[in-house]
């Protein structure tokens, strides 16, 4: 079955090949923050201090989102549709507990189950960095907790509970809103209905981060995808490519957030000039050439006969590619 009218066949596999064939698809995305999300690591907002641009030398803090940070919620929503839809059940198939081994989540994003087999992932994501500086892109905010009688903790107060004084003072640093990470997610060797898996789940993920807040609201901003015969840039360079023209441009001014007509316009540019530096061979759909193909990916998920094809489509894929490969691991050999 064939989905896609606006994107070239030749870009994509029949079926789920065994070994690495050379075929790349790279979704370019911009992560954008609604909330005041965490992404952090022992209580500790994760940044890295790293050059700020590609031609501006000076180091600068950013706010870095590793890729697990990415790419879980996204594999998350992915197994929320398959169990919705009837094509894995939580019983059969729980994450980092127990894998069934042959849907679409476990063959396109991986597992690992001890002596009982693995499948290493065909979607690659690298820790994504903020545009603007770590500085202008976080605040510290004091935590209290209220109690049913009216009375709060707050800032250098105790609470009283019961009579009690109590303590429930407690800062945490949140990421501001409207601060961009650009970020790139590779798919390897991808059939139509990977690719449009794959595509859907970043389309429909919205939060991320911490798993214990309610905050963490992140929109994907899809602008691009580039098919290649090898990985492209990374999001660092791609970020100091960003950061250099909105500066060069006057284009960012802390305290203010930076504008996203601006981000996502540097964006396109900025990876269009880095991709004629590229030494492999690529197609690329960025700015108006892609939304065509946006739109009838979103009209595809968009209803439930689509998004059902998509998974139905997936799944086969999935199962074919188990039984032919996976099957022979958990068979054991004799020595000699």
């Given at each position: 079955?064939?989905?896609?009218?606006?994107?070239?066949?030749?870009?994509?596999?029949?079926?789920?090949?065994?070994?690495?064939?050379?075929?790349?698809?790279?979704?370019?995305?911009?992560?954008?923050t609604e909330?005041?999300?965490?992404?952090?690591?022992?209580?500790?907002?994760?940044?890295a201090?790293?050059?700020?641009?590609?031609?501006?030398?000076k180091?600068?803090?950013?706010?870095?989102?590793?890729?697990?940070?990415?790419?879980?919620p996204?594999?998350l929503?992915?197994?929320e549709?398959?169990?919705?839809?009837?094509?894995m059940?939580?019983e059969?198939?729980?994450?980092?507990?127990?894998?069934?081994?042959?849907?679409p989540d476990?063959?396109?994003?991986?597992?690992?189950?001890?002596?009982?087999g693995?499948?290493?992932?065909?979607?690659?994501?690298?820790?994504?960095?903020?545009?603007?500086?770590?500085?202008?892109?976080?605040?510290?905010?004091?935590?209290?907790a209220?109690?049913?009688?009216?009375?709060?903790?707050?800032?250098?107060?105790?609470?009283?509970?019961a009579?009690?004084?109590t303590?429930?003072?407690?800062?945490?640093?949140?990421?501001?809103?409207?601060?961009?990470f650009?970020?790139?997610?590779t798919?390897?060797?991808?059939?139509?209905?990977?690719?449009l898996?794959?595509?859907?789940n970043?389309?429909?993920?919205?939060h991320?981060?911490?798993?214990?807040?309610?905050t963490?609201?992140?929109?994907?901003?899809?602008?691009?995808?580039?098919?290649?015969d090898?990985?492209?840039?990374?999001?660092?360079?791609w970020?100091?490519?960003?950061?250099d023209?909105?500066?060069?441009?006057?284009?960012?001014?802390?305290?203010?957030?930076?504008?996203?007509n601006?981000?996502?316009?540097?964006?396109?540019?900025?990876?269009?000039?880095?991709?004629?530096?590229?030494?492999?061979?690529?197609?690329?759909?960025?700015g108006?050439?892609?939304?065509?193909?946006?739109?009838?990916?979103?009209g595809?998920?968009?209803?439930?006969?689509?998004?059902?094809s998509i998974?139905?489509m997936?799944d086969?894929?999935a199962?074919?590619?188990?039984?032919?490969?996976?099957?022979?691991?958990?068979?054991?050999?004799?020595?000699?």
């Amino acid at each position: 079955m064939t989905f896609l009218k606006t994107v070239d066949s030749k870009f994509f596999h029949s079926e789920i090949p065994y070994k690495p064939m050379g075929k790349y698809v790279h979704f370019l995305t911009i992560r954008v923050t609604e909330s005041y999300p965490l992404f952090q690591t022992d209580g500790e907002l994760n940044k890295a201090r790293i050059r700020a641009g590609i031609q501006d030398p000076k180091p600068i803090s950013r706010l870095a989102m590793f890729k697990r940070k990415q790419s879980t919620p996204e594999r998350l929503v992915g197994r929320e549709l398959l169990r919705n839809y009837g094509f894995m059940s939580a019983e059969e198939c729980e994450y980092n507990v127990k894998f069934a081994m042959d849907n679409p989540d476990c063959i396109i994003y991986g597992f690992a189950i001890g002596d009982s087999g693995s499948e290493k992932s065909k979607v690659v994501v690298d820790t994504a960095f903020s545009i603007t500086a770590f500085d202008e892109s976080h605040e510290t905010f004091t935590l209290n907790a209220p109690y049913e009688n009216g009375t709060m903790a707050s800032k250098g107060e105790a609470g009283s509970k019961a009579g009690e004084i109590t303590s429930r003072i407690n800062q945490q640093d949140h990421i501001r809103p409207q601060i961009f990470f650009p970020s790139i997610v590779t798919l390897k060797d991808p059939t139509e209905a990977s690719f449009l898996y794959v595509f859907n789940n970043i389309l429909r993920t919205r939060h991320y981060g911490a798993q214990t807040t309610r905050t963490g609201r992140v929109r994907n901003e899809l602008i691009g995808v580039i098919f290649a015969d090898g990985e492209i840039i990374s999001n660092l360079r791609w970020t100091q490519a960003i950061y250099d023209q909105m500066q060069a441009n006057e284009m960012i001014q802390p305290p203010e957030p930076l504008d996203e007509n601006n981000v996502i316009k540097a964006a396109e540019e900025t990876v269009q000039a880095l991709m004629a530096e590229e030494f492999i061979v690529h197609t690329d759909f960025i700015g108006s050439a892609f939304q065509k193909i946006l739109s009838e990916v979103k009209g595809l998920t968009g209803n439930e006969q689509g998004i059902r094809s998509i998974l139905e489509m997936a799944d086969s894929e999935a199962k074919a590619y188990a039984q032919k490969h996976i099957s022979k691991k958990k068979t054991p050999t004799k020595a000699g």
